[in-house]
C-alpha cells in the first residue's frame, strides 16, 4: 500500500467511525461507478454509486433487500439531491422471501388549501411556472413516512440504516460532473426560488471532486433517527417547513404534514409469457399501461420481429398509444376517483382496443381516443436483492429535476414540484406532455397520479428481474422495453437496458427515439406514416437479473446514461 493509500484509509477509518474493511469500501471522496456486477449474494442498483455501495454494506452486515432498500434511499437524498429526497415521494414494490408481494405507496398529496383551478389564472389560462417552480408547487411530502411504512419488513435498527447519510451529509462527498454541471446551470433558479441562501449555490462555478456538505439536511435526518416520522411531520421540521410555505407562498400546513399517511396496496400481478410480472397500481399508472401493453402484444409474436425493426416498434407504438390514450382519460387516484382499473386490464376490452390496429400504417391519435367503457398518472430508482430472495424496486422522485429548487431554510432539503403531474386543467400538458382530465384533477388530500413503475418479474416463482427507471411518462414505456428485451429478444441484461430506447404516449402524436435509434427504422417508420422526433436520452434503467441454475448469479447493470452505479458481493 502506497503511503497516500494509507493516509487515505486512515482519514476514512476517523471520518466513518468503523472498521477498516468498512472504510475501503466507501470513500465518500474517490469513487467510480461501476455499470455491471456479477456476484452471487446480494446487489444493488441506484443513480449514485456511494448510494449502492451504502446499500451492499447494510445487507453485508446483516440486513435484508428492505433495510439495504432504506439505507439506500436515504443515501440518495444526500449524493443525489436531483431526485433523491425526503421532500418528495415515491413507491416501494417488494417481493419478499416468503413469497409475498408488497407495495408501498408514499406519493405526495395535494394540500388542503389546494383546489381545482390553483394554477389557472382569471381568464382560465395556465400557469405553469405556479405548479412547477417553488413553494406553490409542492404536494405534502410521503418519503418519510414511506420510509417507516418500510420498516416493518426490515431487521435491523433504523439508527444503523440512517447513519450512512447522516455522515455523508454531515461531512460531505465528492460531486460528480453531472452534479457540479446541474448547479451551475440552475444556480439562478436556486437563487430566485429560495427564501435563503442554500449550499447548491457558490460564487465560483463548482467543478467535479468538489465537496458538498449539507449540515441543515444532516440535523433533520438525526431528528428523524432520534423522533421517527414525527422527526420530519412534527416538531422542528415541520416548523421549518410551515415557516418556508409562509416565507413563499406555499400552502402545506401543519396538518397537512401530521396527517399524511403512507398506504399498503395490493400491487399490480399478470403473468407474460410464462413469466409472473409485479407492479406499481394506483397512483402510479406504471403497472396498469405495463399490463396493458404487454397484453395488447402478448399473441402477436414480437420475438419474431426482432429488436427494433419497424414492425416490432410499430407494435408497441400502437399499443403505447392506446393506453396513454386511456390513461389520460380514465387514471387518477382510486381513493377519490371511480377508475375501471378492471375492465382496462381486461383480456376482452384489450382485444377489442387492438382490433383497428394496421401492420405497415401508422395510427393516428385523431381517431384513436380512449377505450369505450360502459361503467360509469426528477426521479430515481434503485433496484435491490439480498442473499435470501428478497427483491426491492423503489422508484422516487421530487419530479422536476431538483424539484421546486426550493430548499425549505434550515432543513436544507429539497420540496417536490409533483403538484404539476396533476391535470391543472382538461388537456393542458404537463411538463412531461402527459394529459388527463377529470380523473386526475386536483383535491385536497387526492394524490397526483404518477408514471413510476417499479417492477419485479418472477419466473417459476422465483425473482428474475428487479428493474425500473426515472423519465415521467417514459417510465412505463422504458420498462416495457426493457422487459420486452429480456423476455422476447432474448437480449443480455446490459443490452436490455443500455440499447436505444423509444416512446410513444399518445399526445403528443409522435414516437420520440434516442439520438443512436437506428436510422433505416426511423426512416420506414417515416414511411409508414409516423412522425419521428429525436431525444438526446431516454430513462435510466437500474436492472438487476438474478439466474438459479446450479450456483445462484446475480448481473446488476446501472443503465450507461448518468453517473448510476451497481454494486454487490
Ligand atoms: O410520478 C411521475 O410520474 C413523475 N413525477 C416522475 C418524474 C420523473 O421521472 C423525472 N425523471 N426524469
Request: aromatic share 8%; with cysteine; net charge neutral.
Amino acid at each position: 500500500m502506497k503511503f497516500k493509500d494509507l493516509v487515505g484509509l486512515i482519514t476514512m477509518v476517523l471520518y466513518l467511525n468503523v472498521s477498516i474493511v468498512e472504510a475501503q469500501k466507501i470513500d465518500p471522496f474517490h469513487y467510480q461507478p461501476q455499470k455491471k456486477v456479477t456476484c452471487t449474494q446480494g446487489a444493488v442498483a441506484s443513480a449514485n454509486t456511494l448510494a449502492s455501495k451504502v446499500g451492499v454494506s447494510i445487507l453485508q452486515k446483516g440486513g435484508n433487500a428492505i433495510d439495504a432498500a432504506i439505507a439506500t434511499q436515504l443515501a440518495l437524498a444526500v449524493v443525489y439531491p436531483g431526485a433523491g429526497n425526503i421532500g418528495g415521494g415515491g413507491f416501494m414494490l417488494a417481493h419478499l422471501k416468503n413469497g409475498k408481494n408488497i407495495s408501498i405507496d408514499y406519493r405526495e398529496t395535494a394540500p388542503s388549501h389546494s383546489n381545482k383551478d390553483m394554477y389557472l389564472d382569471k381568464e382560465g389560462n395556465p400557469r405553469l411556472n405556479l405548479s412547477q417552480d417553488g413553494h406553490l408547487a409542492s404536494g405534502t411530502p410521503g418519503s418519510v413516512a414511506g420510509i417507516f411504512a418500510a420498516m416493518k419488513y426490515a431487521l435491523l435498527p433504523f439508527k444503523t440504516l440512517i447513519q450512512p447519510a447522516i455522515e455523508l451529509a454531515e461531512k460531505g462527498f465528492s460531486i460528480t460532473a453531472n452534479q457540479a454541471d446541474d448547479f451551475n446551470e440552475l444556480k439562478n433558479e436556486f437563487i430566485q426560488l429560495n427564501t435563503s441562501p442554500t449550499v447548491f449555490v457558490k460564487t465560483t462555478p463548482w467543478k467535479a471532486g468538489d465537496t458538498l456538505i449539507q449540515k441543515d439536511l444532516a440535523n433533520t435526518l438525526k431528528r428523524i433517527r432520534d423522533k421517527g416520522a414525527k422527526g420530519f411531520y412534527e416538531g422542528i421540521t415541520a416548523k421549518l417547513i410551515i415557516a418556508e410555505m409562509a416565507k413563499g407562498k406555499g400552502i402545506i400546513t401543519g396538518d397537512d404534514l401530521k396527517k399524511y399517511s403512507a398506504k399498503e396496496r395490493t400491487p399490480i400481478e399478470f403473468d407474460y409469457q410464462s413469466h409472473h410480472i409485479i407492479s406499481m397500481p394506483l397512483p402510479s399508472s406504471g403497472g396498469i399501461i405495463l399490463q396493458q401493453v404487454l397484453k395488447m402484444i402478448e399473441h402477436k409474436n414480437i420475438g419474431e420481429m426482432k429488436f427494433q425493426s419497424a414492425a416490432s416498434v410499430q407494435l408497441l407504438t400502437e399499443a403505447e398509444r392506446r393506453a396513454f390514450a386511456d390513461r389520460a382519460q380514465y387514471l387518477g387516484d382510486g381513493d377519490f376517483v371511480k377508475v375501471p382499473v378492471k375492465t382496462l386490464i381486461s383480456e376482452e376490452y384489450l382485444k377489442e382496443r387492438m382490433k383497428d390496429y394496421q401492420p405497415g400504417i401508422a395510427g393516428n391519435s385523431q381517431s384513436t381516443k380512449q377505450g369505450y367503457i360502459k361503467e360509469s398518472d426528477e426521479t430515481t430508482h434503485l433496484s435491490i436483492i439480498d442473499a435470501e430472495g428478497n427483491a426491492v424496486a423503489i422508484t422516487t422522485t421530487l419530479n422536476g429535476s431538483y424539484g421546486s429548487r426550493t430548499v425549505v431554510s434550515g432543513a436544507g432539503f429539497l420540496l417536490n414540484n409533483e403538484m404539476d403531474d396533476f391535470s391543472v386543467k382538461p388537456g393542458i400538458p404537463n411538463m412531461y406532455g402527459a394529459v388527463g382530465a377529470e380523473a386526475n384533477a386536483i383535491f385536497p388530500g387526492k394524490r397526483m397520479l404518477s408514471s413510476m413503475t417499479p417492477t419485479i418479474v418472477l419466473k417459476n416463482n422465483q425473482p428474475y428481474l428487479v428493474v425500473g427507471t426515472p423519465g415521467g411518462t417514459t417510465i412505463p414505456t422504458s420498462i416495457i422495453q426493457s422487459l420486452v428485451n429480456m423476455i422476447d429478444f432474448k437480449m443480455s441484461p446490459e443490452d436490455a437496458v443500455n440499447l436505444p430506447k423509444f416512446h410513444h404516449q399518445w399526445l403528443p402524436d409522435e414516437i420520440r427515439v434516442e439520438k443512436d435509434f437506428n436510422p433505416g427504422t426511423i426512416q420506414q417508420l417515416e414511411a409508414m406514416g409516423y412522425k419521428v422526433v429525436k431525444k438526446e436520452s431516454i430513462g435510466q434503467v437500474e436492472l438487476i437479473e438474478i439466474n438459479f441454475g446450479k450456483t445462484r448469479k446475480i448481473t446488476a447493470i446501472a443503465d450507461k446514461r448518468g453517473d448510476n452505479g451497481a454494486e454487490g458481493y
